[in-house]
């Protein structure tokens, strides 16, 4: 008896690539219409959860500052310097089709796609304290992958010592990206060196507060190292590439004596203008009191042997 | 002149109650939770942000008068007044809701931040400035040295915009078109003063 055989077609098949795309800026301007209507459904908590995340030893105890205040509070200069700048420009970022390529000293160059992220690995929630280099600190529930299971794939080499990353540059969607005046230099870079990036606290973040990450936090997938000042953490990755010297990274080329290549969070060693012994909670409040700043921002059991011996005011 | 009627019959009380607007504003929305997630920055920032619009506000007075012929002199004492109680309201924020009175560490800050260093500077130019606007302090002063004293409004404001600069992460452009106005302003005066005394020269001369 012949075996029946379901039709399997592609679903670019059914869905043509420019359908699948007005598709998505038809639902985005639905979302943005009802927008207020929905936010009281997207609070804490929210039932909207739509990644499947397991628990990490990794997490702390710290109650994670209001989704409210991570999505509305951020740095991401391609969207404009003011902290409400990302949450009200980003909306035109389109995040699919979205491939990280992979390439340098690896024996299997070659690309990592958002949606296998999502699907083919593991999840994993990582709540983590995150230190803003200008002195405020927020704990925030990111969902992702550790960075090594990712680089692992492409089979690093023996004398690869650093991982250089890439942020996106699209300037018909990025506004700063198309100023005269831009505040950093384009595509925005970052880099690690390859013990950091491959070290257990390091992820790959595809999500926050249980939910794909929204675009002014970096969507659809944006590194998070916790123990480093929070630009270290790049956003909207499309590039890693392993190498052999230190990379560049985009603070340091925009003031060398104020942004150094480690940017490890440290109550001992000041910015130059303004003090780094103590943050400011967001979340807390107009009246609320500054909290001391932790060594490697309360990593260093985990991370502090990676810097055994280096003086850290010499490698800020 | 219809502007110029205008003005002679707006009284100045006008400008003490429009220009505290933006400070009703800011502290109310602050005590009702409405400043967004780092209230005391939002707070800070935009209280320091007034206080050099109202700066430039009372510096733009005579260039106005000299090129358009048109006169606010009668309301530039309560610009200026204004323009100092933002930067108190700005240096209580940094001192009480930022800083919380640690004088250890705002002490630190004046001594080691640049930023800050000349950000007290300027509020200490501007002291002077502010206990002596009034009639009879002129009239004690004498109008040549209490318009001398004033002049210290210039390196306050200069200093306050650089201050603002000074801050930021980066070079960015919106505290830099601060101080491209003070500068503006400021090189205005010398030019207009230089000139003057260039006619002043060949009148003699001649």
């Given at each position: 008896m012949p075996v029946y055989k379901y039709p399997m077609p592609l679903a670019s098949e059914i869905t043509s690539h420019s359908d699948y795309l007005n598709r998505r800026t038809f639902l985005t301007g639905i979302a943005g219409a009802t927008g207020l209507a929905m936010t009281p459904f997207l609070g804490?908590?929210?039932?909207?959860?739509?990644l499947k995340a397991g628990k990490s030893e990794f997490s702390t105890d710290a109650k994670p500052t209001s989704r409210q205040d991570i999505t509305t509070y951020n740095n991401f200069y391609e969207f404009g310097t003011s902290k409400s700048d990302p949450a009200a420009n980003a909306g035109t970022l389109t995040t699919r089709p979205w491939t990280i390529e992979v390439d340098g000293m690896v024996n299997n160059p070659g690309t990592l796609d958002i949606d296998d992220l999502l699907t083919k690995f593991p999840l994993e929630e990582r709540i983590y304290r995150f230190r803003c280099v200008e002195a405020w600190s927020m704990v925030i529930p990111w969902v992702g992958i550790p960075l090594s299971a990712l680089l692992n794939k492409f089979d690093v080499q023996g004398s690869a010592k650093y991982v250089a990353f890439e942020t996106l540059v699209r300037p018909e969607e990025m506004p700063q990206q198309r100023s005269l005046f831009p505040p950093l230099e384009w595509p925005y870079v970052e880099g690690l060196r390859l013990d950091e990036a491959m070290h257990p606290l390091t992820i790959m973040a595809v999500g926050l507060y249980g939910d794909i990450l929204p675009n002014q936090n970096g969507a659809p997938a944006r590194l998070v190292v916790p123990w480093k000042y929070g630009f270290k953490s790049i956003k909207s990755v499309v590039k890693m590439t392993l190498t052999e010297s230190e990379p560049p990274t985009s603070w340091n080329k925009a003031a060398a004596r104020e942004y150094g290549f480690y940017s490890n969070v440290n109550p001992q060693v000041d910015h130059p203008r303004w003090s780094q012994a103590t943050e400011r909670k967001i979340g807390?409040?107009?009246f609320a009191s500054r909290v001391d700043t932790l060594m490697l921002n309360g990593y260093a059991d985990q991370v502090g042997s990676l810097y055994s011996g280096m003086d850290l005011k010499k490698f800020y | 002149m219809v502007l110029a009627s205008i003005i002679k019959r707006a009284p100045t009380w006008l400008v003490y109650l429009a220009g505290f607007i933006p400070a009703i504003y800011y502290i109310w929305a602050g005590v009702t939770n409405q400043l967004g997630a780092d209230p005391i920055a939002t707070l800070e920032n935009a209280l320091g942000e007034w206080a050099l619009i109202m700066l430039i506000a009372g510096l733009s007075v005579t260039p106005l008068l000299r090129i358009f012929g048109v006169s606010l002199v009668k309301f530039r004492r309560a610009i200026g007044l204004v323009a100092f109680a933002y930067v108190v309201l700005h240096f209580t924020t940094y001192l009480w809701l930022d800083r919380q009175w640690d004088w250890g560490a705002i002490w630190g800050d004046i001594l080691k931040r640049p930023y800050i260093t000349i950000g007290t500077l300027a509020f200490f130019l501007l002291l002077p400035l502010a206990l002596t606007s009034n009639n009879r302090a002129i009239s004690k002063l004498g109008a040549h040295s209490w318009r001398k004293l004033h002049r210290l409004v210039y390196p306050a404001a200069l200093f306050g915009a650089v201050h603002y600069a000074l801050l930021k992460k980066t070079w960015q452009l919106e505290p830099l078109l601060y101080v491209a106005a003070v500068v503006a302003l400021l090189t205005w005066r010398w030019v207009a003063k230089s000139k003057k005394r260039r006619q002043a020269e060949l009148a003699v001369s001649s």
């Open positions: 804490e908590g929210s039932a909207h959860a739509a807390a409040g107009l | -």
